[in-house]
């Protein structure tokens, strides 16, 4: 695994968290997710290419700045109604770049609030307790057949002709 | 976790050191895995250099940006630039997206060799020309159709809304040995069923004597003229910057990186094959997605990934199937947000989330940006953008078909569909821009494209790099065109094939 040595700027937590509160459902207050939400998309972050995660950072602040200039207040001030107005701006923005700031963002804030615990336990999503079942019972059903399986891969191509070996190994 | 004989990592190479070798493989994912364990069964002295790390089947789990961050390139946001931007997927670990892709092992459709064979001079492949190396490739992943009772009910209903049209369906042949049904395909199947290289060929090449080293970033392949010596590497360090130098030396490189970076590699070390077309001829399969709502439980999860694929439009250009996702990666990839978008995800058990695959007209390029980082891009057409609504379309109508209550289209701008009726009044007919189709792709294909004529391609019909000595490219870059199915037995076909011709070359070299 490759993460770089990179820290989600403090001064941008509270834009993150205010775009958290737009892109989830209440639940994200209701459950005190914005923490562990801003926590995990700076660490995804932390995995993607340089220049896509300085482009991030720099859309963040510039979400933030520029509601300044239309709503008088950054981002993370705005009242709820207002933040979700200019959100929505560059949702549909006509400048590419800000469109796809809007969506990239939402995308990975998605990720991390239905990817968090509670999320799961509410939509009712439990794969641990599935897997483990169905891995119990391939094993009991196909064990034998899968070590027969498992041996017959490293073993030496019976159909394999001698001139094909370039040199034999020891 | 104990690693298995001949598999290195970071924290064994602390120092700068110099290996020597017969062939070096750059890649362990379809391609290279596949070459290097042919070679080594052939009697080769192998090092398979990777550049992700190694990460065994205990390791996977239903856990999305885990998994992405640890298995993913870019942690899953590579992205090709157009009109729309086209998020992309590649594994970068051990067994490349071998790991990470469905398992779908289709053989090259016979109309697509054909076409290689007159369009591209690719000799041998067509009228049963690959036959062999499809069956020795299937006999190692062991492609086959799904056991009963591993098909989930979200299958079940596409099946169910493609038999209610009239449509054809076929079973998914897939590389598997008795897969369960645990639908994590695509983080790490976490029972070793699904024979991804990390546990198919790879193993099968270290039991040949091939070493594997994982953390390990080619940068240059070193030549002396036209003859290819070796490659330069360096250890990736655990926050992706460079450390001790690994050279390797070696008279056979086969480059196995994909179809982005097996032509950022040549261009960076300065090969220009004649062709002038390193890099061009960048194919993708764009998907795009489709998300049905139903009164019943689905539980999609609870079965295999993929077990149909709708084949009725396939002369048309794109296939259907059902793919489910875990909430969170489908609540990233759909054009919501806010309430809107928890009004869909809210029914997750209730949702079937099918998918289609478009086998597109127009290529793309490979580009190295400054500081040698590749970038992608490609301009979807109108004409595959109609096929994209079309096919999504036909989606819709089908789930539908199979009782779905409302359905989310892959565009932004169009409202939740609640009836066929709905299809036809808010999709057909409507013009919609391609910015707002929501489009990705996990087949990447064309970049050192393969065939007889070295004024049009970059490698010859075995994927020897043209106006080289001693290099080789084994993966998805070599297709003259999209194949319009899944390309991952493609790609190993071809790998067993151009190692065969490997191993010829090297017992002529030695026995003159």
Redesign the interface.
């Known amino acids: 695994?490759?993460?770089?040595?990179f820290h989600f700027p403090r001064r941008l937590r509270p834009a993150l968290a205010q775009a958290a509160r737009?892109?989830?459902?209440p639940?994200l207050d209701e459950l005190g997710l914005v923490d562990q939400v801003v926590d995990?998309v700076g660490?995804?972050l932390?995995?993607?290419?340089s220049?896509?995660r300085a482009g991030m950072v720099a859309g963040i602040a510039a979400l933030e700045a520029g509601a300044v200039l239309r709503h008088g207040r950054r981002f993370s001030q705005l009242p709820a109604e207002t933040a979700?107005l200019w959100?929505h701006s560059w949702?549909n923005s006509p400048i590419?770049p800000c469109?796809?700031l809007a969506?990239?963002l939402?995308?990975?804030i998605?990720?991390?609030?239905?990817?968090s615990k509670p999320?799961?336990e509410r939509?009712?999503?439990h794969?641990?307790a599935?897997?483990a079942d169905?891995?119990r019972?391939?094993l009991e059903?196909?064990g034998a057949?899968?070590r027969r399986?498992e041996e017959a891969?490293?073993?030496?191509?019976p159909l394999?002709p001698p001139?094909?070996?370039?040199?034999?190994?020891a | 976790m104990r690693r298995p004989a001949g598999i290195f990592t970071r924290d064994d190479v602390i120092h700068d050191v110099v290996l020597d070798c017969d062939a070096i493989v750059v890649g362990s994912g379809a391609g290279g895995g596949v070459v290097a364990s042919e070679l080594a069964e052939g009697g080769l002295d192998v090092i398979v250099l990777e550049e992700g790390g190694y990460h065994p089947t205990e390791e996977f789990a239903p856990e999305p940006g885990a998994m992405t961050r640890k298995l993913y390139r870019d942690g899953g946001a590579s992205m090709a630039i157009g009109t729309p931007t086209i998020l992309y997927a590649e594994g970068r670990c051990v067994g490349g997206s071998t790991v990470i892709n469905g398992g779908m092992s289709w053989r090259t459709p016979e109309k697509v060799l054909d076409r290689w064979y007159r369009e591209d001079h690719v000799d041998g492949v067509r009228d049963g020309g690959l036959d062999r190396y499809f069956e020795r490739v299937e006999r190692y992943i062991s492609a086959a159709h799904q056991d009963p009772g591993t098909v989930g009910r979200d299958n079940q209903l596409l099946r169910a809304g493609a038999d209610a049209r009239g449509w054809k369906v076929v079973d998914n042949i897939r590389d598997q040995v008795h897969c369960a049904g645990t639908n994590n395909c695509a983080f790490g199947c976490p029972t070793a069923a699904k024979r991804s290289t990390l546990v198919s060929y790879i193993p099968r090449a270290l039991a040949f004597g091939a070493r594997v080293y994982s953390d390990v970033k080619v940068e240059r392949i070193a030549r002396a003229g036209k003859r290819i010596v070796g490659v330069d590497a360096r250890v990736v360090r655990a926050n992706g910057t460079r450390g001790p130098k690994v050279t390797v030396r070696a008279p056979i490189t086969v480059v196995c990186a994909g179809a982005i970076y097996t032509p950022a590699l040549l261009m960076a070390s300065g090969i220009r094959p004649p062709s002038g077309a390193l890099g061009k001829n960048l194919t993708l399969h764009p998907n795009a997605k489709v998300v049905a709502v139903f009164d019943e439980n689905v539980e999609g999860w609870k079965g295999v990934h993929q077990a149909y694929q709708v084949r009725e439009f396939q002369d048309e250009g794109f296939l259907m199937a059902a793919v489910t996702l875990p909430p969170s990666v489908l609540a990233m990839s759909l054009p919501r947000y806010g309430d809107e978008l928890h009004e869909i995800i809210k029914d997750y058990n209730r949702i079937v989330s099918g998918g289609i695959l478009v086998e597109d007209t127009v290529s793309g390029q490979v580009r190295l940006l400054p500081g040698g980082m590749p970038m992608a891009f490609y301009q979807l057409t109108d004409h595959d953008a109609e096929r994209i609504v079309r096919g999504t379309a036909l989606l819709a109508e089908l789930l539908f078909a199979a009782g779905a209550r409302k359905v989310l289209m892959p565009f932004d701008g169009v409202p939740l569909l609640r009836s066929a009726d709905d299809v036809r009044r808010h999709v057909y007919g409507h013009r919609i821009p391609k910015k707002h189709i929501e489009v990705m792709t996990v087949h990447l294909m064309g970049t050192a494209r393969m065939g007889g004529d070295p004024a049009r391609h970059v490698c010859d019909a075995h994927g020897k790099v043209h106006d080289t000595e001693g290099l080789w490219v084994a993966d998805a870059s070599l297709f003259p065109s999209p194949i319009g199915v899944n390309p991952m037995e493609t790609i190993m076909a071809l790998a067993t094939r151009n190692a065969e011709r490997i191993l010829d070359h090297q017992a002529h070299r030695r026995a003159a």
């Open positions: 695994m490759i993460l770089a040595d737009v892109c989830c459902p639940d995990y660490l995804q932390r995995a993607f290419p220049a896509f979700h959100w949702w590419a469109r796809q969506k990239g939402n995308a990975l998605a990720l991390a609030f239905y990817d999320m799961r939509l009712e999503y794969p641990d599935w897997i169905a891995a019972r391939r059903r196909w057949e899968i399986h891969l490293v073993a030496p191509d394999l001139q094909r070996l370039v040199r034999r190994h």
